[in-house]
């Protein structure tokens, strides 16, 4: 072999043992990555060996047929008590699905939930969302609107009460009143009296009237205890009868206050007859449910407090002068006997209403019936009104002092406290302002409902309810509840069970569900006596199917490699020797070639 083809043959040899020795390295790491492969696939298997699932066992029988979802949990069934086991965040607000959070918006709760007690406008307007998004049928919806609202359902309360109701305007109401409810009966000689202290006339007496209006504007009565007057009366006729029904009081001669015959008004007032307006607006409105019975106490409360609340009117004619920030009626201060006070040697402070002060200078004699004037203002007054004599005290046989009050408007301020409770008490109109208020003074002061011709009134007309409705109906006033306490948030997945157990099991949801007190409390799914997870043994089989199979392939792979390894490693060998044989004969042709020119 020549010296140039000698050279070109080793040059051929290294090129081709280079790129197998490249070669063998490309298969080493292949090698290196298949045994990667293996051991993320061994320990995928390992990591299956642990999987399980979660089931709900209602029965604890350690049944398997029914997969946790969000269905079972946020659906009334006997699967769950008819209570809903709410999924909650870490800030303890409900996940809605987008059904639920759209039924949730109808009803204008706020994601971050209410301040405030909800309304059964709103549970209304809820129930209807849930209907309009396919949640509950036609049916369900009429009928649990049908019923009153539990507004302590998941709060304590229990389940809703079996009453069927309807709804109506205030003529309607009237009428069911009084087909429904009792009459209140008055005589005016039953009308408290009592013998005054320290009076100019001896053994003198406050006495308190009835008085009566007709349609015509007319009174019925002469305005004194020797004629007996009676009445009869129910909270309809009240709310909406054309007679106008008093209280009034006229005061002694040289008198100028009329706080004592108030007070005696005001022990009438608390001493039966508010408790009967109670009962009667109870037979319709009291749904037997905490939420409206708690609002006619509301009411009974709130119209208690009026009647005997400290008032300041400013701007009121007393005695001939205007005076502004006058709280009280006071009777004589060092507890003396004097002209320009007749009531009591004590110095007791009695607050009252409010006072409308009437120049009574040019009000004729001894016999006008001052009441006449009282009852003129009381017609368009919430509160007692008073009328104060200008005469400066003195015996001159003119200076009276009057009280009165219209027990129609009483009713309905009775009636708007009811309703501003139901309506929620921090309502507020357009305007900001307070959709219902009563306060005393002037009618057009105050924002009675019996003013409002839309507002519809719930009015209990039997107890023929299904258990199964009263269970939804439940079911759906403890969700409202808990999504207006609590807030909400919307997740379109949480209806996948797969998602649902990976959210529940990685701690970023937690069951909430009411204990034996009944309130809700939250916690890990794990404490939940429903709730079990099992191994599932479907998915290890399909893992150990998967981790054979994928096993095999990468031993096939790497039995592949380390044949074209081995063959690589033989011809590298072939290489080298061949490499060696043509380096070692170019090296003695060299050899000879010099030795031949040398000699």
């Known amino acids: 072999m020549g010296l140039s083809a000698g050279q070109a043959r080793l040059l051929t ?126 049916t369900t919806a009429e009928t649990i609107l049908g019923l009153p609202y539990n507004q302590n359902a998941g709060f304590g309360g229990g389940a809703t009460v079996a009453v069927t109701t309807t709804t109506g305007d205030l003529e309607y ?64 006729d009240l709310l909406t009868g054309v ?18 015959g108030v007070a005696l008004m005001q022990d009438f007032l608390t001493g039966g007859f508010i408790d009967w307006m ?50 009280y009626w006071v009777n004589a201060s060092d507890g003396k006997d004097t002209d320009d006070n007749t009531q009591y040697k004590n110095n007791t402070v009695y607050e009252y209403l409010g006072e409308i002060g009437t120049n009574l200078q040019t009000h004729g004699n001894q016999d006008e019936r001052y009441q006449d004037w009282v009852v003129a203002n009381s017609n368009n007054y919430i509160g007692f009104t008073f009328i104060g004599s200008n005469k400066g005290g ?19 301020a009775f009636l708007t406290y009811f309703a501003d409770y139901m309506n929620g008490v921090a309502k507020t109109d357009a305007n900001g302002m307070p959709q219902y208020y009563v ?12 003013n409002d011709a839309l507002f519809e009134y719930t009015i209990k007309t039997g107890t023929s309810v299904s258990s199964d409705d009263l269970g939804q109906a439940t079911f759906y006033d403890t969700l409202f509840n808990q999504i207006c306490a609590n807030g909400w948030t919307e997740n379109e997945q949480v209806s996948d069970n797969t998602y649902l157990q990976k959210m529940l099991q990685s701690g970023m949801f937690f069951i909430s569900k009411p204990k034996d007190d009944g309130y809700y409390y939250q916690g890990n799914y794990a404490t939940d006596t429903y709730i079990k997870e099992i191994s599932d043994e479907t998915a290890i089989a399909q893992a150990e199917a998967k981790y054979s199979l994928e096993k095999s392939k990468l031993n096939a792979k790497e039995e592949t490699l380390d044949l074209k390894m081995k063959n690589l490693d033989t011809e590298i060998s072939s290489l080298t020797t061949e490499y060696d044989t043509v380096k070692n004969t170019i090296s003695k042709n060299i050899e000879k070639s010099f030795k031949r020119y040398n000699a």
């Not at 019975?293 to 205007?322: D, F, M, P, V």
């Not at 003195?394 to 309905?412: E, P």
Request: net charge negative.
């Open 13 to 138: 040899i290294t090129a081709r043992k280079s790129d197998c020795e490249f070669q063998s390295m490309r298969l080493s790491h292949q090698k290196i990555a298949l045994a990667r492969n293996l051991a993320d696939l061994s320990n995928e298997y390992e990591n299956s060996l642990n999987q399980t699932k979660l089931y709900y066992d209602y029965y604890g029988t350690g049944d398997t047929s029914t997969q946790l979802s969000y269905g079972i949990l946020m659906n009334p069934s006997t699967l769950n008590d008819y209570m809903p086991v709410t999924l909650t965040d870490n800030l303890g607000r409900v996940t809605l699905n987008s059904k639920y959070a759209a039924a949730a918006r109808a009803a204008g709760i706020p994601q971050e939930g209410l301040g405030t007690l909800p309304s059964e406008a709103m549970r209304n307007a809820f129930i209807t969302g849930l209907y309009n998004n396919g949640l509950i049928t036609k």
């Open 173 to 236: 109401l009237a009428e069911f009143l009084d087909e429904n409810g009792s009459a209140y009966n008055i005589d005016s000689n039953d009308l408290p009296i009592k013998d005054r202290l320290n009076c100019k006339e001896d053994n003198d007496t406050s006495e308190v009237d009835l008085g009566i209006k007709n349609a015509d504007g007319v009174f019925t009565n002469s305005w004194h205890h020797s004629t007996q007057i009676k009445a009869s009366f129910t909270m309809g």
């Open 243 to 260: 007679e106008q029904y008093y209280l009034s009081y006229e005061g002694v001669k040289g008198e100028q206050s009329p706080v004592y």
């Open 278 to 327: 109670a009962d009667e607006l109870s037979v319709a409105l009291d749904l037997g449910d905490g939420y409206t019975s708690a609002a006619i106490e509301y009411a009974k409360n709130q119209l208690t407090n009026l009647i005997y609340k400290t008032n300041t009117i400013n701007g009121c004619n007393i005695n001939g002068q205007t005076v502004s920030g006058h709280d």
């Open 394 to 412: 003195g015996d001159d046989g003119n200076d009276h002092a009057t009280a009165g009050i219209n027990l129609n408007n009483l009713a309905k």
């Open 439 to 450: 306060e005393i003074g002037q009618l057009t002061q105050n924002r009675l409902v019996t």
